[in-house]
């Protein structure tokens, strides 16, 4: 990203950024897209205050300068559920000197140790709000690291493959069926699928006992909890891809009976995801 400093020189300035995601029912319902917001606003907040400096200001006073980014970025995105905790600024190189005739190189210095990154929030249920309204003081929160480099992007890790299809999620699910799942869950799921053809099938997960079941059809007993959904959407939980509360608060999925219950399909689903 090209910047202006106020000596009229112009820098080529990136920042690498690491914040962690304090309220998952916030930045879902707040934002339609978290990263790209958070790209956006630090991007903003990163022209604003280094057309305010000098090249040499930003040579000399960098950390100071990363830790006002910092507590500005925070302002804004603390309300999306989202905290800043590290701002790292990355120089390109000097692009204009200075008005003045300052030619002294930009000099780099060396970078700030990261910090170790959590493991993103996964599964898909997990993020409901009922789910951590009641539990907010047990979860740990989301940890992530947003790159503005000198061309504005963001850094995405490669999708995993994962099954295209209810029939190839079925199967993945069976593989993994063990005792120690069924002891972690220890709950029914019958599912509700609608297809694209207007035709509707059901499926089971039964994780109540033994080594726990699942296939076509329905329970012979009554399920803990009933997901209604399309097969599309289905999929897409289990990758990642779709984000459960915005489902369910537009009726895209439903779910009858036990919410909660609900929840503890984030083990089955951390184990598809290894």
């Given at each position: 990203m090209k910047v202006i400093t106020r000596d009229g020189g112009m820098l080529l300035v990136g920042a690498d950024i690491q914040f962690r995601i304090w309220n998952p029912v916030m930045s879902v319902v707040s934002v339609q897209d978290l990263n790209a917001s958070t790209r956006m606003t630090a991007q903003n907040a990163l022209t604003h205050s280094l057309s305010k400096k000098t090249v040499r200001e930003i040579q000399t006073e960098r950390v100071k300068l990363e830790e006002y980014l910092g507590i500005d970025i925070n302002e804004m995105t603390h309300p999306w559920g989202l905290e800043i905790d590290r701002v790292e600024l990355t120089f390109g190189g000097l692009l204009k000197a200075p008005n003045e005739g300052q030619t002294a190189p930009l000099t780099t210095p060396p970078p700030v140790p990261s910090a170790p990154t959590l493991e993103g929030l996964t599964g898909s249920l997990q993020q409901l709000a009922m789910h951590f309204l009641s539990h907010s003081g047990n979860s740990q929160p989301q940890q992530n690291c947003l790159t503005l480099p000198n061309e504005v992007s963001i850094e995405v890790d490669a999708a995993?493959?994962?099954p295209g299809s209810v029939?190839?999620?079925?199967?993945?699910?069976?593989?993994?069926?063990s005792e120690t799942l069924v002891q972690q869950v220890g709950a029914c799921f019958q599912f509700e699928i609608?297809?694209?053809?207007?035709?509707?099938?059901?499926?089971?997960?039964?994780?109540?006992?033994g080594s726990g079941a699942a296939g076509s059809g329905s329970l012979c007993r009554e399920a803990d909890v009933t997901l209604s959904m399309s097969d599309c959407d289905l999929v897409d939980m289990f990758q990642g891809r779709l984000r459960p509360l915005a489902a369910y608060t537009s009726g895209s999925l439903k779910v009858q009976g036990d919410v909660k219950m609900a929840m503890k399909l984030e083990e089955l689903i951390k184990q598809l995801k290894k």
């Open positions: 995993v493959a994962a029939e190839e999620l079925l199967s993945g699910v069976q593989m993994i069926l609608s297809t694209a053809d207007g035709q509707q099938r059901q499926y089971y997960l039964d994780l109540s006992q």
